[in-house]
């Protein structure tokens, strides 16, 4: 391990050469030239002089709030003869474990391509770019023919591949409690019991106030709620990120939730931001992937199935059909455990020379995919803006939410966080769900890989997400997983079978997220 001051030596250094290539040093560089010529600038107090002219200028806020989402995004540094695989994933058995997953998500879409002899990607005649350009916002009057595609893999098969999970240096037959072989998660990670959990979360405790309740114990709704927007729009006009994360702590008012979220991601939508967005869709219009397929048969299968979502369906394949060109996306595999998937130029098989990221983003999108973009479409009617804020969510969340890690916002954690919490919580439901063969992870599996969307509420879905960027962290997902078996264990105890018990749990529309999580808590 390093110590402290090296540590900090080493994130600082990162942090400088990542934003050397960014286009806010650029600006910076150029404001700090032009200010040169205002009389206010002293060349005797040169150095002071312009820092404060970047200071009243809004420029060192925005520098702070740049610093502020790299600090989030990157991986805190290893030790430094460690390989860049540790950066990654630290266990050797995730990371194989991974690659292994990865090589069947790939052998599932070559062997499609190859059923159906459709390529893997190809230009589109003039013909069918002009007709794509004139329907670019009604993609969902379109009625292809999807029959013959199928999702490359749906939850369930993933969940297996975790069950399938072992740690090959742990020894089954030492230390481990009769509770440990319960659950289907059988390796050992370390996540948080209650008490933990109590002190990581001060702010969902009873005697804090929050939006998404109805009656607080000390301080009338109204009171607690203008009081809080009057806050909110302070947080909102100071452009402060590490203030905006804190303050969504305790929920974000409807009116200001979009800008909030956009600063605590630092989702711009400047000039550039638009014009990056216009070249993602010159090349959606340009060149046709086989997994844009795969992105309409999931929004069909999907969101167009939803009550909440079905009127997105023209934003949704917009944003996911940039999104799969995204090569900016590529970033974040530096610190995710997993590996973009490549493909060899036609005739060129197996020549390393001739492989390219494919697709272009890295991301094979799975059944579900398309709901980590559907409840943001509520807030922001921006492509450009929803694409932002929508790419910012992926690369510091979604994408732990797919890939096997030992982060503790993965979700091989989350799986353990859940069955631990209601062993400990609810050890007869538990065990009785487990004896009839409804293993509560089979049913929660669903709710947990796509963040409960598609299954509770938007508004009260919202009210989640808040709080998963509030604490930077998935964690809260599983937790509210658990709350809900909580919720509805009278009635589970009574189930005989794992249909059953499906179909007491199979509506959420109706269950309020903040009570739940304050009493699983704290009550």
């Known amino acids: 391990m390093m110590d402290e001051g090296t540590e900090l030596s080493v994130t600082i250094a990162q942090i400088v050469q990542r934003l050397k290539g960014a286009h806010l040093h650029s600006q910076l560089?150029?404001?700090a030239r032009e200010c040169l010529h205002r009389p206010e600038i002293k060349l005797e107090s040169l150095k002071e002089d312009v820092r404060n002219f970047l200071r009243s200028s809004g420029w060192e806020r925005k520098l702070q709030n740049a610093v502020y989402r790299e600090l989030h995004i990157l991986p805190p540094p290893g030790h430094p003869a460690a390989p860049p695989e540790h950066t990654k994933e630290p266990l050797a058995y995730m990371r194989k474990a991974q690659a292994s997953w990865e090589k069947r998500i790939l052998k599932s879409l070559n062997s499609m391509c190859t059923e159906l002899g459709v390529p893997l990607a190809r230009k589109r005649p003039i013909?069918?770019?002009?007709?794509?350009?004139?329907?670019?916002?009604?993609?969902?009057?379109?009625e292809?023919?999807?029959?013959k595609f199928r999702p490359v893999y749906a939850p369930k098969d993933f969940l297996e591949v975790l069950i399938s999970l072992r740690n090959p240096n742990h020894d089954c037959r030492e230390g481990l409690t009769a509770r440990s072989h319960w659950?289907?998660?059988?390796?050992?990670?370390?996540?948080?019991?209650?008490?933990?959990?109590?002190?990581?979360?001060?702010?969902?405790?009873?005697?804090?106030c929050q939006l998404g309740i109805d009656d607080h114990?000390?301080?009338?709704?109204?009171?607690?709620?203008?009081?809080?927007i009057r806050i909110g729009k302070k947080v909102v006009s100071e452009q402060d990120s590490a203030a905006a994360q804190q303050y969504s702590r305790q929920g974000c008012p409807t009116g200001l939730r979009a800008q909030l979220w956009a600063l605590i991601l630092n989702a711009t939508n400047e000039p550039e931001d638009i014009m990056h967005y216009e070249q993602l869709k010159a090349a959606v219009i340009h060149h046709d992937l086989l997994v844009d397929n795969l992105i309409y048969k999931d929004v069909k299968l999907t969101a167009s199935n939803d009550d909440y979502y079905f009127v997105f369906e023209d934003f949704l394949y917009q944003v996911l059909l940039c999104f799969s060109r995204d090569t900016a996306v590529l970033e974040h595999f530096s610190y995710n455990s997993a590996t973009p998937p490549k493909s060899y130029i036609q005739g060129k098989t197996g020549a390393e020379e001739f492989a390219v990221v494919y697709p272009p983003n890295g991301v094979i999108p799975f059944h579900g995919f398309s709901m980590y973009v559907a409840p943001l479409c509520f807030l922001y009617n921006e492509p450009s803006k929803l694409y932002s804020v929508f790419r910012e969510m992926y690369v510091r969340y979604f994408f732990r939410l797919h890939s096997i890690s030992s982060s503790p916002s993965g979700i091989v954690s989350l799986c353990l966080q859940f069955e631990r919490l209601l062993q400990s919580h609810l050890p007869q439901l538990f065990y009785h769900l487990q004896k009839i063969g409804a293993q509560p992870l089979r049913i929660a599996f669903k709710w947990m890989v796509r963040a409960f969307s598609g299954y509770l509420s938007t508004d009260q879905l919202l009210l989640l997400w808040d709080r998963v960027l509030g604490y930077d962290s998935l964690e809260i997902v599983a937790v509210l997983a658990a709350a809900v078996f909580a919720f509805r264990a009278e009635n589970l105890?009574?189930?005989?079978?794992?249909?059953?018990?499906e179909a007491v749990l199979a509506d959420l529309s109706?269950?309020?997220?903040?009570?739940?999580?304050?009493i699983f808590l704290f009550a």
């Open 493 to 501: 105890m009574e189930v005989t079978s794992l249909a059953s018990a």
């Open 144 to 147: 292809p023919d999807l029959s």
């Open 127 to 142: 013909s069918e770019q002009k007709e794509l350009t004139n329907k670019w916002n009604e993609m969902g009057t379109d």
């Open 217 to 228: 114990a000390h301080i009338p709704p109204d009171l607690f709620e203008s009081e809080h």
């Open 183 to 208: 659950g289907l998660i059988q390796i050992s990670l370390n996540v948080r019991d209650i008490p933990q959990m109590r002190e990581a979360y001060p702010e969902l405790s009873l005697t804090c």
């Open 29 to 31: 560089e150029k404001q």
């Open 510 to 518: 109706t269950l309020k997220v903040m009570p739940l999580l304050q």
